[in-house]
Every structure is written in C-alpha cells, then in structure tokens.
C-alpha cells in the first residue's frame, strides 16, 4: 500500500486484503510514472489451479512489459491488446512442480492515464470505475456467461424462462487470462478525457460484489483528497460488511487533481 503524489496533479492509492480466504489470490501494480499513471488488477481464478499463481505471474508479465513498451511506436491501445495475448499466452503455459501444465486464470484489469487521457483494459470481471461529481460508472463489462444471457435476451434468441433456468450458471467466466487463444477484451480505442477532481478505481469483484456503487460513491466523497484512506477504506469496509464469508479485495483509487 502507498500513496505517491511525485507526478503533479495526480494522487494514488493502493489496498489489498486477503478477506477469509485461505490464499491472497489478488495481485495489484500501480505506480506513477514521468510520463504516466499505470495500474493493473488480476484476480486469480478459485475454481482453477493455482490461482495466486496465475494473478502474480499476469502481474509481473504486464510490469516488465510496460517497462520495456517503446511509446513512440505503439498506441495504448495497441499495447493493451499485445499485453492481452501475452498475459494469456504465459499463464496457459504455467507447469506445476511436476513440469505438468496446470490448469491456471486470472482476470486482469488495466489502465493507463497520460496527459490526463484515459485508456482502460479488462478480461473477466473485475471492474474500472470512473466517479465525476455524483456520478459513479462502470467502465467495462463483466465478461461472464450473464453477458451472453443478456445478448441473447436481448436479440429473442431465449426467452424468460430460458434466461432463468441458464441463471445459476451466470457468473461463469467466459474470458480470462490463461485460457489461451483469447479473443474477448474490453479497450478503448479513443480516450477518456479526465477532469480535475475526476477518480478512476480499479477493483476485484471482492470490492464491489458486497458493497453497492452508492455505497462506493459515498466512501470516496467522504474521504477526499486522501487517496490512500479511500482505498484502505473500501477494502475494510468490505470485509467489515461481509466478515464472515468475503472474497480477496483489492482497490487502486487515482485522484486527478
């Protein structure tokens, strides 16, 4: 957790709580840059093998990565679909101590912010905010099998009862890192022009599946301009509400000022 504040109008902070699970499966990068903010999110997969595992080696792939990526030839959106594919390409290739491939997934949200333009990534289903005044937004889109539902509701291709008997399998991942051959990402092509006083929160689904967007709203407003208190208390919050059966949590908050 750190709250860094050297790149001019522009504050950040970073949390991340095991909750009551037995393993911290969530892995966070974050860090303010000369020419750049960048933070990413991956939440190792539970019904897989070695979820942690997966979330910490998509981390470090995308860190070394954003390291080495010449800027002055490719866009941040092209970045953010190279990085896709990488990520999933290194994760499908886990082995196990046996030299076996195991079976490992993360999600894998990202963004960027440069000159006050805001670019964001997502596989699977964590989440990037953006909070503007009294307005909360999810940027992207969970990328489960209630997405497809949904699609299909809305083309009549099912219908209700369809819908309801398909439900209980509704939070199943349609797109993560490590499955190979990904293909479904969520990135902006065109930036985010952000403001001053804009907040941009990226958060595993621990975050926001126990507390509501209101409530989201209603701890960032309160704890303004400290960056750092806002993500400690999201975090907190979260396990406080649900101590006795919560998910890994994790939150980056980025204040422009």
């Not at 969970?142 to 398909?166: C, F, P, Q, S, W």
Request: charged letters at 25%.
């Amino acid at each position: 957790m750190f709250d860094k504040g050297d790149l001019p109008n522009v504050t950040l902070g970073v949390s991340s709580l095991i909750g009551t699970r037995p393993e911290q499966q969530d892995s966070v990068y974050a860090e303010i840059l000369e020419d750049s903010v960048v933070a990413c999110l991956c939440d190792g997969m539970g019904g897989l093998d070695k979820g942690e595992l997966a979330s910490q080696t998509a981390i470090f792939t995308f860190a070394e990565d954003y390291d080495k990526w010449d800027r002055s030839s490719l866009s941040v959106p092209d970045f953010f679909r190279q990085e896709v594919v990488e990520m999933d390409m290194v994760v499908s290739e886990l082995k196990g101590d046996d030299g076996e491939a195991i079976r490992a997934g993360t999600t894998a949200s990202a963004v960027i912010i440069r000159n006050k333009e805001l670019y964001w990534m997502n596989v699977g289903d964590s989440r990037v905010y953006i909070i503007r005044g009294d307005e909360i937004i999810s940027a992207t889109r969970e990328h489960n099998y209630r997405m497809r539902l949904d699609e299909a509701l809305k083309a009549g291709t099912i219908d209700e009862e369809v819908y309801k008997r398909e439900e209980s399998q509704a939070e199943a991942l349609i797109s993560y890192i490590g499955m190979g051959n990904i293909t479904l990402m969520d990135i902006n092509s065109k930036p985010f022009r952000l403001q001053s006083g804009d907040i941009v929160l990226v958060c595993s689904d621990g975050l926001y599946r126990t507390l509501s967007d209101s409530e989201i709203h209603d701890i960032v407003s309160k704890h303004l301009p400290n960056t750092q208190v806002i993500a400690d208390t999201l975090t907190e919050t979260a396990i406080f509400k649900s101590f006795e059966s919560q998910d890994n949590t994790s939150a980056v908050v980025i204040h422009c000022l």
